[in-house]
């Protein structure tokens, strides 16, 4: 079985600040690995995923993600937030055991940027 | 491509009524997903499909839930009866092969049941 934990429900930052967003996953095999981004009233968006190689992924919007499999890590990062950056991030798991696993997603982190 | 099309974007009922959601995914996606979006639970897969074929639906909730792909651009998701703990919002999404991993979703419907 998989799963994600967001550590946080809700991440308050001043604009122009660094941010990140913890994800741990769980899982007995490989996996790929996912950060999605939900703006007010849309649907989710994907920002980037780890599949193999580096394990530091850059993503849209200066966003990157870095894997760390001893820790079972992949946190979320952005160097200065901009008030556009206000949203919902899900981290997301998905195990390599054979065939089509489903992608489980995490509760979600709420992202506050402040004027 | 439009992306994913979902319809209505909003739906108000009252309990003990028949709701049908419906979604066109992006044209050439092999798979698409049904997803419920709850404050208590986040975001649930309910049931998927490959090539129209429902693979997996140990995610829907109750036999109150069905879902059908009569074809590759057309999913509808019905509760029937509906309930006030059904309130949430619906999201569709699909992905194709390759690129299996990146799901695209639809904007949802937000059904609330009185």
């Known amino acids: 079985a998989q799963s994600v934990t967001q550590l946080d429900s809700q991440v308050p930052v001043f604009e122009e600040a660094p941010v990140e967003l913890r994800c741990n996953y769980s899982s007995s095999v490989s996996v790929y690995l996912f950060w999605y981004v939900q703006y007010p009233n849309q649907g989710l968006q994907l920002l980037l995923k780890?599949?193999?190689?580096?394990?530091l992924v850059k993503g849209i919007n200066g966003f990157e993600a870095e894997f760390n499999k001893s820790q079972t890590s992949f946190h979320l990062r952005k160097p200065s937030v901009h008030i556009s950056d206000t949203a919902e991030y899900f981290c997301?798991?998905?195990?390599?055991?054979?065939?089509?696993?489903?992608?489980?997603f995490g509760i979600g982190t709420k992202l506050q940027v402040i004027p | 491509d439009a992306g994913v099309i979902q319809s209505p974007r909003h739906e108000v009922t009252e309990m003990g009524q028949e709701v049908t959601l419906r979604c066109k995914p992006i044209s050439g996606h092999d798979y698409l997903f049904w997803y419920r979006q709850t404050m208590m639970r986040g975001l649930e897969l309910l049931i998927y499909?490959?090539?129209?074929?429902?693979?997996?639906d140990s995610g829907m909730p109750e036999d109150r839930f069905s879902a059908k792909m009569p074809n590759a651009s057309f999913s509808t998701l019905k509760i029937q009866p509906s309930e006030p703990r059904d309130s949430a919002v619906y999201f569709c999404?699909?992905?194709?092969?390759?690129?299996?991993?990146?799901?695209?979703f639809g904007p949802g419907t937000r059904l609330l049941v009185l």
């Open positions: 999404a699909s992905s194709q092969i390759p690129g299996l991993e990146t799901q695209y």
């Open positions: 499909f490959n090539n129209n074929v429902p693979i997996d």
């Open positions: 997301a798991v998905r195990s390599l055991s054979g065939g089509y696993q489903k992608v489980t």
């Open positions: 780890y599949l193999s190689g580096s394990t």
